[in-house]
């Protein structure tokens, strides 16, 4: 699963670009070399949650590669898929990934509980000021730091999400567990320490494609509609394990549109209303409803066709740390911008993060250098120019490509626009005011990956970190987000 594309119907094909600022499409990886890395999902038991060619009827495109026409609109299909299969999410997450011993032996700083193996960087100074204000309010038990967590299929499984919000939440306190999408996008999407289902038949439009006409999809890149009554998704605390186990008031993120249809609210099996999603123009809308701090459920059902939902964020009234996996298969930085941009800084400052993170490179490294490097410079800061500009009180924390090798005989060859992809984003990141965190290095550098997967750190496709790998990336951003923080909270405060 190289290119973390989603699922597609083989005629189409799907290039997005940026939607706001008209920059050239992209070229994307070859078609042959997806092909065949998607193919691990499928001989290799264990990754059969990334399969994308599953019997899920999936409107979007497999992107493939083409030549690059600058100045080019994006070629896209606008409509909508149906999501054809269950979703199903219900299992916790394991309280302690079990690290190889083969990696703690040849891996420095694989059990390290105190120091990350690269500190934050943070050239102002100043970056990360507002987040760790929001900290130190939810250590003192007076307020809630919320994160925003965007990426592609390693933040969509919760792979290192999922490690980060425990461990922020085993400190800080667990205020909830944040934002979820309506159903499951794409077949690797899942979440730990929730429970969520969803019935077939949702209509969804995605970043990645088939796009929306309007560019409305909410905060987690995904808009879904109901083509009539009975469509329906549940959201739930976790009935074991340490997390996920409270909730104090259940979220409901829509549309209210012209000709919006209705909503009906369970909560524990009661009805709470009926939302009338009909509006004069097209908003973003919210809906609270407020329970006991306990186990509670929340049921999302169309009672008619046209209803058009984003999401659920489950969270307490309680100090501490909310992180918000928003995870997109197959997803590119610049494919953000597929939003409307009005829209899209709405949710934001709906959402209201003390923190938003971005976690990409994976696909961008599938793309190599077919994509130019410097347009990519270019779309990538055009996304955190807009972020920071809905969000100018949040901080801002880019968290970098993970290495990715090729393998020939018994030789494992680091792809060379990792290190290229890495120095972008880190001078990127220092230009518009965000933090940088260097996962390339702290890896090992170019060709670490062949290593973390022979100690059973990486996952078969060379790209991927295994279930452990995640476990010990989101110790190490934890650990150097602590790091920032205790020397942060340390420093004499000027007179």
């Known amino acids: 699963m190289a290119e973390d594309a989603p699922e597609s119907e083989p005629a189409s094909v799907s290039v997005p670009g940026l939607r706001g600022n008209g920059l050239a499409s992209p070229a994307l990886g070859a078609a042959v070399t997806l092909l065949g890395l998607i193919g691990v999902a499928y001989v290799v038991p264990r990754f059969d949650r990334f399969r994308l060619f599953t019997p899920l009827r999936e409107g979007a495109a497999l992107v493939i590669a083409r030549p690059i026409v600058a100045g080019a609109a994006p070629v896209a299909s606008v409509g909508e898929a149906s999501l054809g299969v269950e979703t199903h999410d219900d299992t916790p997450k394991v309280d302690d990934a079990v690290i190889p011993p083969a990696a703690i032996e040849a891996i420095p700083g694989v059990r390290e509980e105190k120091k990350a193996p690269r500190p934050i960087e943070n050239p102002s100074g100043h970056a990360l000021d507002p987040f760790f204000d929001a900290l130190r309010a939810a250590e003192q038990k007076k307020g809630l730091a919320r994160i925003t967590y965007f990426g592609d299929s390693i933040v969509a499984s919760d792979f290192v999400t999922g490690t980060l919000r425990r461990r922020l939440q085993r400190r800080f306190g667990d205020a909830g567990h944040g934002f979820m999408l309506m159903a499951n996008a794409w077949p690797g999407y899942s979440h730990n320490d929730v429970v969520r289902f969803a019935a077939p038949g949702w209509q969804v439009s995605r970043v990645v494609g088939p796009f929306a006409k309007d560019g409305f999809y909410g905060l987690g890149g995904v808009s879904f509609r109901s083509e009539g009554p009975g469509v329906f998704s549940r959201f739930a605390t976790t009935k074991s394990g340490t997390f996920g186990r409270a909730v104090s008031k259940f979220v409901v993120d829509y549309l209210e549109q012209p000709k919006g249809g209705a909503l009906e609210i369970k909560v524990d099996g009661v009805t709470r209303e009926t939302i009338d999603t009909s509006g004069a123009t097209s908003k973003s809308a919210l809906r ?62 709906l959402r209201d993060p003390s923190l938003t993170v971005f976690e990409y490179g994976m696909n961008e490294s599938e793309d190599g250098e077919l994509y130019p490097l410097d347009q990519y410079e270019a779309t990538m800061k055009a996304v955190l120019v807009q972020v920071k500009a809905a969000l100018p009180r949040s901080s801002c924390l880019l968290v970098g490509p993970l290495d990715r090798v090729d393998k020939r005989g018994d030789t494992f060859t680091g792809r060379p626009v990792i290190p290229k992809l890495a120095a972008i984003q880190r001078r990127v990141a220092g230009e518009v005011g965000c933090a940088y965190w260097d996962t390339f290095n702290a890896m090992g550098g170019t060709g670490s990956m062949g290593t973390w997967f022979q100690r059973g750190l990486g996952s078969a496709d060379y790209a991927h970190p295994s279930s452990a790998g995640a476990e010990v990336l989101g110790n190490w951003v934890y650990l150097a987000l602590m790091q920032a923080y205790e020397e942060r909270r340390d420093r004499p405060v000027p007179h």
């Open 288 to 349: 609270t409803y407020a329970v006991p701090d306990g186990e509670h459920e929340l049921e999302v059902r169309a009672t008619s066709a046209n209803a058009r939902a984003f999401g659920v964020w489950m969270e307490r009234d309680a100090p501490g740390v909310v992180l918000d996996a928003i995870g997109i298969q197959g997803c590119r930085i610049r494919f953000l911008d597929q939003s409307d941009d009005a829209h899209f800084a709405e949710q934001l400052r």
